[in-house]
Structures are given as structure tokens and as C-alpha cells.
């Protein structure tokens, strides 16, 4: 009978907010996320929206877009195998932000009817993304065998963490410690919609010289909760072994393969390029600058573009640099380039030489559109007449110096690596955390606390080739910190609808410390390196469990109305564990606040 009484509610909520909640909501608002508010939800009153629609649609024709009719649409998806994307409009901090959906079909009516309008006929088109896959492949076939076409580019934190370890490898080379370094970030300003499109067809041209022989397979994937067959997806051979290395999954190679020619990939390069057309709001416009974004090409085209531009101009110029400043330049001066997509990061041991490059990038390269952002720029040295002009050095309360970049901490002394965290400060961390109420709430909950880890075990926090064991430490203590923090806020949310018990929840953190070991040696001994340089771990699961302790401790005590019985369970464990044994000076680097300034001032 209960159950029958609960199903019954259940049923009523749902139809109460599916029929009657939910249409009011949508007759009287837009409802979107936004771009600085994490996954908090808007809403628009209908007229506002429609104000800030047309403002901003007339500010994407005068700069990038022109209208289109739909003959004229017809016209050029009725050419190729792929139709338009539509788009829709996300609020940013200053304006509105346009995102393409290229993962959906598409379809035109054939003609205008008289009457009957039931009977109209329409053209299916498959979903760009679709079609552009034997073109992302060859692309990642093309970043296998020539990387050097790429220049700098880095598209993980693991090519990262090989070219970073490598540097520092190098300079340090006969030394007992490095010597002074100088650092400059950039990032291109609007690099998507600036790109020269003429410029990338020439550009691919040169990158797309051959066919390219792809093979059809399946991956199966099974996981806990579902599984999934992908049919017949295009894979390079780098892809391939990718795949191998996934986890829950197999990957069947059924010997089939076909050809991608050349042509058809230039075609349908040139068709996603100069023909991107889009739908917004029922109109259809016609991109006459930059690229589209959301594409799976996105962010490999960009990468090709900017390493023309540094391989043609700005290779070049450092070189030139060092030729002709030779009597000025340090004989041992050396140096670091990397790019992720737009984002520049330059390390030298001369610093007239990251002048230089700072200069250089100032200018900008008009042959290539690309200019960078003036705001963006960061330097860890001090230059004459250039006043502090970005948020990407941070200095925390220990006078230490640090840039951002593509979401690391550099420190500008040591090139020790840090995680950062600044993007949490702008709004409160609860709107960061998707709650589920539904089915077994510990073990949810427990997958949330491992997932909330999983993007901070990467090797280069931990690779002692790079970071001391103090930073080592104090990376896995600033994981747990924020960690303990979405676990306040998870339960927050949780509490209104059931509540666990104090030892469940240590069960829960319990394992999740044992998860970030697990993980932490996983991904530091699986690094792709020169046998001659392997990662190196120095830490073990006792001190892991210490600093993940001592961190729920000193983030529950802020709230501790709430965890009083927690708390006693957590200190009682962090005291066995100091009686067992002494706290080394790293630990202690570790736990220390004033090292972690940036994590206490998130809102949580």
C-alpha cells in the first residue's frame, strides 16, 4: 500500500509540473544557463529576451554574419551532404555568446504549398559533425605523422607534462637548481571568429596532401549503468589506440575500411568553412568571418592555423633574435613554447628574449587576422612602461608568484605546477553541483566525491621531476580541500530530501581517498615518456590519507553546527594517525593555509 500511495504522488507531481508548471514557465519566460553562472538557470521575462535577441543578432551581422533567404539556402545545402546548424543564445558577463548546435540533422522543405500544408515535403541532411568525420580523422592522422605542422600546439595536459618535464629536464641539466626564468602568457583575442578564412583553406592545403585510408569499427562500452555499441566510427590510427586504452571498453575491428579521397575532404573542408550556415531564431545567416564553434574541427583547425602563423612568423623571428643578439643573449639561453589551441605559454631563460616574444605578440600578425587579447597578457618579470594590465598573475600570501594558464598554476621561480582555482571565485560553489535524489543516495553520492577528484589526479601535479614534495603534497591537500567543500554543498542540497549518518559519510571519504591513490599511480606511471625521464611518485597512501583528513577538518569546522559528529569521527582518525607517526616538513607545507589562500576565499 505504501508503495502504491508513493507511486501514485510521483505521478501527480510529474503530471502537475509537465501540464500546468512547466507550460506557465515557458509562456512567460526564456529559460537558458549562463556562461558565468555555472549551472544555475535563468530566466528572461519573453520581452526582455526578445530585446537582447535583436540587439545582439544586429551586432553578429555587422561583424561576422550576413542574412540569408532560403533560396539562397537551399542553394548551397542542396550541394553537399550536410544541412545548417541552429543556433541558440547564452548570456556572458558583457553580451551574449552564440552557440552552434552541429550535432543534429537538418531538413528544407522541397516547396511552398497553396493549401494542405501536411503534405509539404522536406530534404533530410545529416548532422554537420556527422559527415566532417572522415575529416577529423585524416586531421588526427595528420597530427600523428606531422606534428611539426601543429607547432607548439599541446591538446592535453599529458603533451603538456612531456614537453614541460622535458624543458625543465634540460635546463636544469648539471645544475643543482634552475636558474631564473622568465614566463610570458597570451591568448588570442576572439580566435574563432577571426580567423582568416582564405588564409585555412591555403593553410589545409598543405596539411591535407593525401587520401587517407580509414577503417570502419565498433566500440563497446559498458559501464555500471548502461551499454553502448558505437557503430562503424571513422578512426585514425591514432584514434584507434586511444581506444585500446579506454576503460570499459572494447574495440572490434571488423576489417572493413574505405578511402576518404583528398578532394572530397578539401570539398567538405571548404563547405564547413565558407558555407557555415546557421539558424537563429528562424532566420538564416551565413558565417563571412572565422569558424564555427562547436564543430569537432574547432579546435584542431585553430591549432593548424596558428601553427602556420608560428612556424612561418614567429619561429623565425626568435631565431632571428637570438642571431643578431648573440653578444647579449645568454650563450646557454633556452626556451619553451606552448600552445593549447589560443593560449600561449613562453618560458625562457633570457629575459630579452621573452621580451622579445611579448613584443612580437603586441604587435599581432595582420597576414594571419590574429591579434591578442590586450587583457590577457601575463608576465612574471617586471617591463618598463607596461603597467599590470590582466588577471592572470596571482600572488598568494606568501609573496609567491604565479601565472595562469589553461587552468594550472605556474609559479614564476620554480615552474613548480599547480592546479588553479580561481575560476570557482565569481559565484557560489553550489552553483557548480548537480544533486541527485533518486535510488541509492550513498552510492551517488560516493561516485560524486571520486568524479569531484577525478580531473585533479593528473601526473603532472605529482611528478616529482617537476614539483617538490611540499607542492607535491599541496596539490593532493587542495584537491581534497575543494573536494570537502562540494561535499558540504552536495549535503546541503541533499539534507531536504534525506539525510545519511555520520559513519556512512566517513565511509564515503574513506573511499574516496583511497580512489585518489589509486588514481594518482594509475595516471603517473601510465605517462607516455622517454624511459630515460618516467614520472616519478614520491607519496604514500598514509600521507594521502592524512592531508585528505586534515582538509575535510579544516573545511567542516567552518560549518561545524552541522558536522559536530563528523567531525569527532574525522579528528579521532587524524589523531591515531599523528600518534602512529611524525608529520614531515612536506605534510606540513601541505596543510598550511596561507598556501592555499585562493581556495579559502571560494564561497561555499
Known amino acids: 500500500m505504501p508503495n502504491t500511495k508513493q507511486n501514485l504522488l510521483e505521478r501527480w507531481i510529474y503530471w502537475f509540473f509537465k501540464c500546468l508548471v512547466v507550460p506557465l514557465i515557458q509562456a512567460n519566460f526564456y529559460i537558458t544557463e549562463s556562461e558565468h553562472g555555472k549551472l544555475d538557470v535563468f530566466f528572461y521575462e519573453k520581452s526582455l529576451w526578445k530585446k537582447l535577441m535583436k540587439s545582439s543578432i544586429s551586432c553578429l551581422t555587422d561583424q561576422c554574419y550576413s542574412s540569408l533567404d532560403v533560396n539562397a539556402v537551399k542553394n548551397i545545402v542542396c550541394a553537399r551532404e550536410f544541412g545548417f546548424s541552429r543556433v541558440r543564445l547564452r548570456p556572458k558577463a558583457n553580451g551574449i555568446r552564440p552557440l552552434a548546435n552541429l550535432r543534429l540533422s537538418s531538413r528544407l522543405p522541397l516547396r511552398h504549398p497553396l493549401s494542405l500544408p501536411r503534405t509539404v515535403a522536406y530534404k533530410e541532411f545529416k548532422a554537420v559533425n556527422v559527415v566532417l568525420r572522415d575529416l577529423h580523422a585524416a586531421l588526427k592522422d595528420v597530427q600523428h605523422e606531422r606534428p611539426e605542422t601543429l607547432g607548439s600546439s599541446v591538446f592535453s595536459y599529458n603533451d603538456m607534462h612531456r614537453k614541460f618535464r622535458d624543458f625543465i629536464s634540460h635546463v636544469k641539466s648539471g645544475l643543482n637548481s634552475l636558474p631564473c626564468v622568465y614566463m610570458v602568457v597570451a591568448d588570442v583575442r576572439k580566435a574563432y571568429d577571426s580567423i582568416d578564412q582564405d588564409k585555412l583553406l591555403g593553410v589545409m592545403k598543405d596539411v591535407i596532401t593525401d587520401d587517407h585510408l580509414l577503417r570502419q569499427t565498433h566500440q563497446v562500452i559498458v559501464s555500471k549503468e548502461y551499454m553502448q555499441v558505437c557503430q562503424y566510427v571513422n578512426l585514425s590510427r591514432q584514434s584507434r589506440a586511444r581506444v585500446h586504452r579506454s576503460s570499459h571498453s572494447i574495440f572490434v575491428d571488423q576489417g572493413r575500411s574505405r578511402t576518404a579521397k583528398k578532394e572530397d575532404l578539401h570539398f567538405n573542408l571548404q563547405q564547413h568553412v565558407k558555407y557555415n550556415v546557421l539558424r537563429i531564431d528562424k532566420k538564416f545567416y551565413l558565417q563571412n568571418v572565422g569558424i564555427p564553434q562547436g564543430s569537432i574541427l574547432s579546435s584542431l583547425l585553430c591549432s593548424f592555423y596558428f601553427g602556420h602563423m608560428e612556424n612561418s612568423k614567429l619561429v623565425p623571428f626568435l631565431d632571428k633574435v637570438i642571431t643578431t643578439r648573440r653578444d647579449e643573449l645568454a650563450a646557454v639561453a633556452q626556451h619553451l613554447l606552448l600552445r593549447f589551441v589560443d593560449d600561449f605559454l613562453f618560458i625562457s631563460t633570457s629575459k630579452k628574449q621573452a621580451l622579445a616574444f611579448f613584443s612580437r605578440l603586441e604587435r599581432g600578425f595582420g597576414e594571419y587576422n590574429c591579434n591578442m587579447n590586450m587583457e590577457k597578457f601575463g608576465l612574471s618579470f617586471d617591463v618598463d612602461n607596461i603597467e599590470p594590465r590582466s588577471n592572470r598573475v596571482y600572488i598568494d600570501e606568501n609573496g609567491n608568484k604565479f601565472l595562469r594558464w589553461?587552468?594550472?598554476?605556474?609559479?614564476?621561480?620554480?615552474?613548480?605546477?599547480?592546479?588553479?582555482?580561481?575560476?570557482?571565485?565569481?559565484?557560489?560553489?553550489?552553483?557548480?553541483?548537480?544533486?541527485?535524489?533518486?535510488?541509492?543516495?550513498?552510492?551517488?553520492?560516493?561516485?560524486?566525491?571520486?568524479?569531484?577528484?577525478?580531473?585533479?589526479?593528473?601526473?603532472?601535479?605529482?611528478?616529482?621531476?617537476?614539483?617538490?614534495?611540499?607542492?607535491?603534497?599541496?596539490?593532493?591537500?587542495?584537491?581534497?580541500?575543494?573536494?570537502?567543500?562540494?561535499?558540504?554543498?552536495?549535503?546541503?542540497?541533499?539534507?531536504?530530501?534525506?539525510?545519511?549518518?555520520?559513519?556512512?559519510?566517513?565511509?564515503?571519504?574513506?573511499?574516496?581517498?583511497?580512489?585518489?591513490?589509486?588514481?594518482?599511480?594509475?595516471?603517473?606511471?601510465?605517462?607516455?615518456?622517454?624511459?630515460?625521464?618516467?614520472?616519478?611518485?614520491?607519496?604514500?597512501?598514509?600521507?594521502?590519507?592524512?592531508?585528505?583528513?586534515?582538509?575535510?577538518?579544516?573545511?567542516?569546522?567552518?560549518?561545524?553546527?552541522?558536522?559536530?559528529?563528523?567531525?569527532?569521527?574525522?579528528?579521532?582518525?587524524?589523531?591515531?594517525?599523528?600518534?602512529?607517526?611524525?608529520?614531515?616538513?612536506?605534510?606540513?607545507?601541505?596543510?598550511?593555509?596561507?598556501?592555499?589562500?585562493?581556495?579559502?576565499?571560494?564561497?561555499?
Open 406 to 604: 589553461s587552468g594550472l598554476f605556474i609559479n614564476c621561480k620554480t615552474l613548480e605546477v599547480q592546479a588553479d582555482y580561481t575560476r570557482y571565485l565569481d559565484s557560489h560553489l553550489s552553483s557548480t553541483l548537480t544533486v541527485c535524489w533518486q535510488g541509492n543516495s550513498d552510492r551517488h553520492f560516493g561516485d560524486k566525491l571520486c568524479d569531484y577528484l577525478r580531473p585533479k589526479c593528473h601526473a603532472i601535479f605529482y611528478d616529482s621531476n617537476i614539483n617538490s614534495a611540499g607542492v607535491v603534497r599541496l596539490n593532493i591537500h587542495q584537491a581534497f580541500l575543494l573536494c570537502a567543500m562540494k561535499f558540504h554543498c552536495y549535503i546541503c542540497n541533499l539534507s531536504d530530501i534525506c539525510s545519511l549518518d555520520s559513519g556512512s559519510y566517513m565511509n564515503i571519504i574513506h573511499h574516496s581517498f583511497r580512489f585518489m591513490y589509486k588514481l594518482m599511480k594509475r595516471r603517473v606511471y601510465s605517462v607516455d615518456v622517454d624511459p630515460s625521464l618516467r614520472a616519478i611518485l614520491q607519496v604514500k597512501r598514509r600521507e594521502v590519507e592524512w592531508v585528505g583528513l586534515t582538509a575535510y577538518v579544516q573545511v567542516l569546522e567552518r560549518k561545524q553546527s552541522r558536522y559536530k559528529e563528523l567531525l569527532s569521527l574525522l579528528n579521532s582518525r587524524l589523531k591515531s594517525w599523528n600518534e602512529e607517526g611524525r608529520v614531515s616538513p612536506a605534510l606540513k607545507f601541505a596543510v598550511d593555509k596561507c598556501n592555499s589562500s585562493v581556495l579559502w576565499k571560494i564561497k561555499y
